[in-house]
């Protein structure tokens, strides 16, 4: 047994941790007891935890084939290994979540967005075709369109085992992100910066929550891939090295996530943010990872771990929505430095994250006072028809979860597949899944 968490650091349990390198490895897991399938434990909470038995999944992380921006990969692998393999031959993901040390199954699984959604969509665009163990070791390719595929993209790893998948990438002429940065004082300004910008293959927000709707001071960064003829004549197209990462030994003291220190502190960050507004040439690991430079930020906030609070809104609602929500973080004087605001376009699937309209995500420290305000959160989210994303979700109670009519449809669908007592994690067990 070994005491593992998701990046949050809550929960934390003693699950009993089974290594696939083959198929066959797997198929003895799924013939030995009920499991989830775990891949580099980048999802927040329990999405990837099962006492019983939790399947890691990164000793299954050969590429298979790669021709013309077509890859075929095993689960395992990571989008950093894809990046740093095929960036330097002109090719990047065509959607990526905020870190690249992901891995293609749980990627797959939780459907994944990036800063592209309003006009790319999610992970599922990019992906062919998927090879899923069912609960009998039978393995079934899903392409877009079959049922097996709209529930598996999503789906948290509770259709089955995925095992491999062909995924395509987009071409690009560098490494670089032409990005422009606006600094903006309210959340009006910063939704009608993004109805203005919605061209920009890639936008996203960093919005001050702490101070309320009208100072939520913000700094939009747009993006696009830079094209050989924006780079200055001496750089090269292509340079991707590993880059130091800064380590994070311990956490810091909890008043600074609280009333004034935290207004201070995101003061601070929109001012040196803002100072730079303008054009600049990024690197790729700049713009798509900022935080992935400080390995392990997760011990930011010690020892009890934190919590994330994802909502997606609609469009009609989303203005009045994230006005509420962040009127009452600003109340609540408790909260994250840096809350993230994207624009969602459109969505396909059966049990996806996504719907258009906007998503907000922010950090609490894990304490009984960060879930009395996250339930009060839950409630403004369901009073404006938006609902919850569970790649971060470690602590909704089952009623919220069910309040998405589309939970039902998956449980039942789960039941009747004969799913249920062969596929089940800590975070399934707890929302009734
Ligand atoms: C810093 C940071 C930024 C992030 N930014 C974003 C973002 O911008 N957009 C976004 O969408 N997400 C974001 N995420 C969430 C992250 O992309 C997802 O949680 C992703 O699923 C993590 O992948 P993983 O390989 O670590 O999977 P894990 O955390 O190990 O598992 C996540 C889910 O995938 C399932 N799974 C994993 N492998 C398999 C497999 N082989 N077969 C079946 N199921 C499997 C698990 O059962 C679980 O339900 C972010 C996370 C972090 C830490």
Redesign the pocket.
Known sequence: MSLIS??GRFPKAECKIVSARTQADVEAAIATAAL?????????GD??MNRGQTLA?TG?DRMLSFEDGVLVAE??V?LADIIHTLLPRGWFPMVT???K???L???????????NHHLDG?FRSCVDWVD?MGPDGTVTRATPGDDLFDW?LGG???T????RAQIRLRKVETMYIAQETRALTSLQDTLDAFAETQDAPYSVAWIDCSDGPHHGHTLLLLGRHATLEDLPSRWRPFDVRQKRKLPVPFGAPPFLFRGLWLRALTGIYWRRGAKRAGHALVDWDSYFYP??ALSNW?RLYGRNGFLQFQCALPEEASAAGLAELMDTIAASQTGSVLS?L?RFGSQSGHFS?PMPGYTL?LDFPASERSLELMSRLDEITLAHGGRF????DARMPEAVAKADPRAKAYAAMRKQAGLTDRFT?M?SERLGL
Do not use: E
């Open positions: 998701g990046w989830i399938a775990r891949g580099n434990g980048r999802a927040y999405a990837a999944m299954m689960a395992g990571l979540p905020g870190t040390y992901v891995s199954g749980g990627a797959i699984a939780a459907d994944v967005h990036g800063k999610s899923v598996t948290m790893g509770l089955g085992v995925i095992l935080l992935d997760n993230v994207k994250f995500a994303y569970l790649a971060k994690s975070q």
